[in-house]
């Protein structure tokens, strides 16, 4: 599972037995959602980060760390950001996972 670290913003990926406490972004898509290779993207260079802010759904995700990291979680989950949607056999145990990872969040 993976999991954006909601001081760094960076995406980091655990096995099942040692996921740390999560909440979880419940959202609708918009225009300019952030992807998870856009994630990846985001540390290689300032420049790419340049970009990456400037699309619409950064600021959704900057503020779901900032209010996670308030109320005590260290980590966050979100759709659109930690699961790589370019590979249709990731998509698929996504799909099936949802309910888990809702389940197993401490807030949504």
Known sequence: M??????????????SI??????????????????????MLLTDA???EARFE???GFFKIQKSCEIAKRDGFGYIWNDTCCI?????AELSEAINSMYRHYGNSGVC
């Open 2 to 15: 993976r999991l954006i670290n909601t001081t760094t913003l960076q995406v980091v990926e655990f096995l």
């Open 84 to 88: 790589d949607k370019e590979s249709s």
């Open 46 to 48: 300032p420049a790419v």
């Open 54 to 56: 400037r699309k619409a």
């Open 18 to 39: 040692d996921v740390p406490p999560y909440a979880i972004l419940s959202h609708t898509w918009g225009s300019e959602e952030v992807t998870f290779r856009d994630m």
